[in-house]
C-alpha cells in the first residue's frame, strides 16, 4: 500500500475516532443536562419536568407545540415500554402485550393482574368476533382463572361477552375494534406506574397541590375563587368578618340564640323575653324583622331551622318545643306537654323528621314528624340528661351531649354508637357542614374538635376566650368550614383558623355576655352574634375592602 495512501487512511479513521467523540460527548452531556436538576434550588429533575410539560401540552390540546418540545429535547412523553405496549396493543399482538405488561418491574401483582385482566377481556371479544371460538374459550376456561382475579369477576366477563346475540358478534367492524383498542390504552395508562406512564395531568395536579397548601397555611383564607399562581397566595383579615356593620335591637331582654338559614337569606334569633324573631337578609347584607314569633310563655332558649328554610322550631326554656312556619310566621304544631323540658332539637335532612332532647332521664330523646307523630324514642332511667344534640347534615349520625361529660355518636343505620368522654362539663355542640366534624363548648375555657368517624384520639382544642358558668355556643364558618367563631363571658368574639389553637381575631363591640355567634353559610364574610346586652351585632369585613362572598 502506497504510504500517502496509508496516511490518507489513518487520517480518514482519526477523523472518524474525533466525529464519534465528538457525537459522544454531545449526547453525554445531553442525558446530563436531562438528569440534572432545575428550579430555584435544583430539586426538579429536568427531564421529569419536561416530560410533565409535555403531557400538559398534549392535554390542553397543543399538540404541535408538545411534538415541537419532544423533538428539541429529545425527550418522548411517552416512555419506551408504553410505546411498544402500544404498538402491540393497536396491532392487537396481544403477546407482545402480556410479554410487555410481565416485564414492566414497578408493576406490582395485583395491577399487574388488572392490567393483564384488561388485556385478555380486549383478546376474548376480538376472538368472537372473528369466530374463533376454541381460542376464546380457552382464554376464558384458562387464561383468565389463572389470573386469579375471582370467580365473580370471570363469570360476570363470561356472562357480558356470551351474552352478546350473534347480530352482535362478528358485526363489529375495524373501525370500532380501534377504537376499543384505544379505550384499553386509556384504561392501562390509568393502572401502569411512573415511569411508564406520566400519571394523568400531572402538572395540574402539582399546582393545585402547590395552591391547597398555600390556602392551608393561609391563616384568613376564605373565599372559594380561583387564585392566581403568578404569585404566592396569601389572604389580608379582609376576607373575613372582623368589624361590625348592624346592631339588631327589637329584642327587650337576653339574647341567647341566634342561628343562620341553610340559604343564607334569613337569620333566627331567641331572647329571654319570651320571643323569636326571624330577620331577613337583603341583598345589600343588611337585615330587617321579618316576623315576630310570640308563642311561647317563657324564654326562648334555641331554634333549629329545617334543612329547606321553610320551618323553624324554638325551644321555650323549661317549656315545650314549637314548630313554625317561616313565610307566614304562624305556629304549625306544638309538640310534648308542659311536663316535657326540651333543652335542644334538631332537623333531619328531609325536613319532614325531627328530633328533641329533654333534661329529664324518663324522657329521653324523641324523634318526631312534622305532625307530631311519634317516630321513636331513646328514654328511660339509666337515660343521662341532654344537653345538647345535632343531626348530622347527611342524616347518618345522631350526636348527643349529656350532663355526664360525655358525648354520644349514634349511627342510624347500624345503632352502633361510639362515646367520647370529657373531663369537664359541655354546654353545647355543632357539626360542619361535611357532617365530617363537631365542636363542643366546655365550662373549662377550652373548644375541641373532633371527627364524627371517631378516628381521633385527642381533640384538637382551641383557647383564648372566657367560659365558666354560661352556655357558650361556638359554630363553624367561611369557605370549607375553615374557622371557627364563639362568644365569650368578657363579652368579646373570638375567631381562630381551624388548623390554629390561639384565636387569630377577638372582636370587641358588645358590652355583656356573648351567648352565641353564627356564621352565614352563603355569605361567608357575615357573622351574627348574641349578648346579654340584649343586641344582636352583624360583623362583616373591614370597611376599606368590604364585599360579600
Known sequence: MPESFRAYWVRIQISGLESAACFFCENTASMENQQSGTGPKGLIKRHEFVRVIIQCLYSLGYGKSASCLESESGISYKSVEFELLESHALDGNWDGCIDTLTAIMDLTGETRTSALYLVFKQCLLEYLNRGDDSLALSV????????HVGREKAHNLAYSILSMNDKELGKIDECVIHE??????????????????????????????????????????????????????????????????????????????????????????????CTAIIWKVLEDGKLTMKHALRSHQNPVSFVAWSPDDTKLLT???????????????????????????????????????????????EKGIYMWD???????????????????????PDGENLVTVSSDKEIRILNLGTNAENVISEEHPITSLSISADSKYFIVNLNSQEIHL?????KCEKPLKYTGHKQHKYVIRSCFGGVNSSFIASGSENSQVYIWNQQVSRPIEVLFGHSMTVNCVSWNPRRHQMLASASDDHTIRIWGPSQSKRKTA
Open 140 to 147: 376464558l376456561r384458562k387464561t383468565i382463572p389463572a389470573l
Open 180 to 273: 376499543l383498542r384505544k379505550t384499553l390504552l386509556l384504561d392501562l395508562e390509568k393502572l401502569l406506574p411512573p415511569p411508564t406512564v406520566v400519571p394523568q395531568r400531572r402538572l395540574e395536579h402539582l399546582v393545585e397541590t402547590a395552591i391547597l397548601a398555600q390556602m392551608d397555611s393561609c391563616l384568613y383564607h376564605n373565599t372559594g375563587d380561583t387564585v392566581s399562581i403568578y404569585e404566592d397566595h396569601c389572604c389580608s383579615r379582609d376576607q373575613i368578618p372582623t368589624e361590625t356593620v348592624q346592631i339588631l335591637t327589637e329584642h327587650k331582654n337576653e339574647v341567647w340564640f341566634v342561628q343562620f338559614s341553610n340559604n343564607g337569606e334569613y337569620l333566627a334569633s331567641s331572647s329571654s323575653d
Open 450 to 454: 373532633w371527627d364524627v368517624a371517631g
Open 370 to 392: 312534622c305532625d307530631g307523630s311519634e317516630i321513636k324514642a331513646w328514654k328511660g332511667m339509666r337515660m343521662p340528661k341532654v344537653v345538647d344534640l345535632a343531626v348530622t
Open 315 to 361: 325551644c321555650g326554656n323549661v317549656e315545650v318545643l314549637k314548630l313554625w312556619d317561616v313565610e307566614t310566621g304562624t305556629c304549625k304544631h306544638t309538640f310534648g306537654d308542659h311536663g316535657f323540658i326540651v333543652t335542644s332539637c334538631a332537623w333531619f335532612p328531609d325536613s319532614k323528621r325531627l328530633v328533641c332532647g329533654s333534661s329529664e332521664p
